[in-house]
Nanobody, 125 residues
Framework: QVHLQESGGGSVQAGGSLRLSCRIS????????MGWFRQTPGKERELVAV???????DYAESVKGRFTISRDNVDNTLYLEMSSLKPEDTAEYYC???????????????????WGQGTRITVSS
């Protein structure tokens, strides 16, 4: 049973920083995409950062230069470091994972089959 558990959400002022964590258990595939999505009411879910099992990383244009995705292989945790946060970054953030053959890109939002429960980030101006 694959389980993803996010933590680290909260409220921050514009310009501030936060780090999200996603503890992953039960995942056995050696080739995968792991990513961070966000969603706000009335908007399509956006894949903001994704990494491939070989550590290739890709980002949505909206967060490039501000967000960094990383993975700790020892404790099976996915991270999202967010800096220079803007009010438009306010959203529910989800980690997700899927198997893959090739590289993972932020434009490829389908077929993620395991999801965390989400963690809320609110950025105030």
């Amino acid at each position: 049973q694959v389980h993803l558990q996010e933590s680290g959400g909260g409220s921050v002022q514009a310009g501030g920083s936060l780090r999200l964590s996603c503890r992953i258990s039960g995942w056995t595939s050696s080739t995968f995409c792991m990513g961070w999505f966000r969603q706000t009411p009335g908007k399509e879910r956006e894949l903001v950062a994704v990494l491939t099992w070989g550590d290739n990383k890709d980002y949505a244009e909206s967060v490039k230069g501000r967000f960094t995705i990383s993975r700790d292989n020892v404790d099976n945790t996915l991270y999202l470091e967010m800096s220079s946060l803007k009010p438009e970054d306010t959203a529910e953030y989800y980690c997700a994972t899927r198997p893959t053959i090739g590289l993972c890109y932020a434009s490829q939002i389908t077929n993620f089959n395991y999801w965390g429960q989400g963690t809320r980030i609110t950025v105030s101006s």
